[in-house]
């Protein structure tokens, strides 16, 4: 048997079927890489949120931290002005006197209420004192008042108690035992904030490992976006070729199908039967319109005589031939 000969797209056939199986691989390569970073991008987000949730959480615990602090610090400065009017009160026990701004708000105060009471004691009790003594008295006492009046709010801000300068070793005793509670204070204070410190350590850690995982699901985002950047590109230009193959076929196609088209249509002409020619019938019916008769095969006009003639003819045929019947 003779072998059949190849389509002439057979070729190009086998290469679009080759490039579009090419093409299919290609584009699920982009599609994974697309799907990789998609997730990539979800974890990132997600690790994000946690991230910005425990920072939350992270600020919550340093602002307690540090007002814990703050108040160990205020414990601590109420401790050391307390030890320093303990000391000043054990100079002044033993004979040495402080001058001026060195002396603690405390003592300033004791000493300053001390002179108040005995000036009004002098006033109230001394009947001596002339006018003028008495008014140089009550300026003075005055003056003590507004001095007074002045330290008692520095006092009560760091909330130091009163000394009674005439009792001097029970005004050590309190000041020392205040003194002892304010170290104390400060003591838990500097405690809790060290127990603060230690939860926010391991948070602090794990912040910065969620950052570090952002960070890594970020660049495989990046990157796998690249990846599928560079095949959707290399993708296009095999579409390119993929569409000048499949444009191609669809040319000789057409082509094929128009030869077919006109081979049927010469076909049918010439078995068309003269009453199917409609070119004909057309032509025909301008003669009719025109010359009032139509002629086939040479044929001519007959008149009414020559048709009597003829008819006459095949009358007087019949009747001889009739007459040798009978014989």
Same mark, same amino acid.
């Given at each position: 048997m003779d072998s059949v000969e190849p389509s002439p797209d057979d070729d190009l056939k086998g290469r679009l079927h080759i490039m579009e199986s090419k093409l299919r691989r290609i584009r699920d390569q982009r599609n994974s890489h697309n799907e990789s970073a998609r997730r990539a991008a979800d974890s990132r987000n997600s690790i994000n949120e946690q991230s910005k949730?425990?920072?939350? =959480? *992270?600020?919550?615990? /340093?602002?307690? &931290?540090?007002?814990?602090?703050?108040?160990? +610090?205020?414990?601590?400065a109420r401790r050391d002005e307390i030890q320093k009017h303990v000391r000043q009160i054990l100079s002044r026990k033993? #004979?040495?006197?402080? #001058?001026? @701004?060195?002396?603690?708000?405390?003592? &300033?105060?004791?000493?300053?209420? #001390?002179?108040i009471e005995r000036l009004e004691n002098q006033v109230m009790t001394d009947g001596t004192l002339s006018l003028e003594k008495e008014n140089r008295l009550i300026k003075k006492l005055r003056s003590l008042i507004s001095r007074r009046d &002045?330290?008692? @709010?520095?006092?009560?801000?760091? &909330? *130091?108690?009163? *000394?009674?300068?005439?009792d001097m070793d029970e005004s050590i005793k309190k000041l020392r035992a205040e003194a002892d509670n304010e170290h104390q204070l400060m003591i838990d204070a500097n405690k809790l904030g060290d127990e603060?410190?230690?939860?926010?350590? @391991? /948070?602090?850690? =794990?912040?910065?490992?969620?950052? #570090?995982e952002a960070d890594r699901m970020h660049a495989t985002f990046v990157s796998e976006r690249e990846k599928a950047d560079e095949v959707h590109s290399s993708m296009k230009e095999m579409l390119s070729k993929v569409n000048e193959i499949r444009d191609e076929l669809k040319i000789q196609r057409e082509e094929r199908d128009?030869?077919?088209?006109?081979?049927?249509?010469?076909?049918? /002409?010439?078995?068309?039967? @003269?009453?199917?020619?409609?070119?004909?019938?057309?032509?025909?019916?301008?003669q009719l319109l025109e010359q009032g008769s139509l002629s086939f095969g040479g044929t001519t006009h007959s008149d009414p005589q020559s048709t009597k003639?003829?008819?006459?003819? +095949?009358k007087n045929a019949r009747r001889l031939g009739t007459s040798r019947g009978k014989r």
């Open positions: 949730a425990l920072r939350a =959480e *992270i600020e919550e615990k /340093m602002t307690e &931290q540090k007002e814990v602090r703050s108040t160990a +610090k205020i414990h601590q033993k #004979g040495r006197r402080d #001058g001026g @701004p060195s002396k603690s708000v405390v003592i &300033q105060l004791s000493e300053t209420i #001390g002179e &002045q330290l008692i @709010p520095e006092v009560e801000k760091h &909330q *130091i108690i009163s *000394i009674d300068i005439n603060i410190w230690d939860q926010i350590k @391991p /948070m602090l850690e =794990e912040r910065d490992f969620l950052r #570090g128009q030869l077919v088209i006109d081979h049927n249509e010469m076909v049918r /002409m010439k078995l068309k039967t @003269p009453d199917e020619d409609d070119d004909l019938a057309d032509f025909l019916s301008n003639k003829t008819h006459s003819k +095949k």
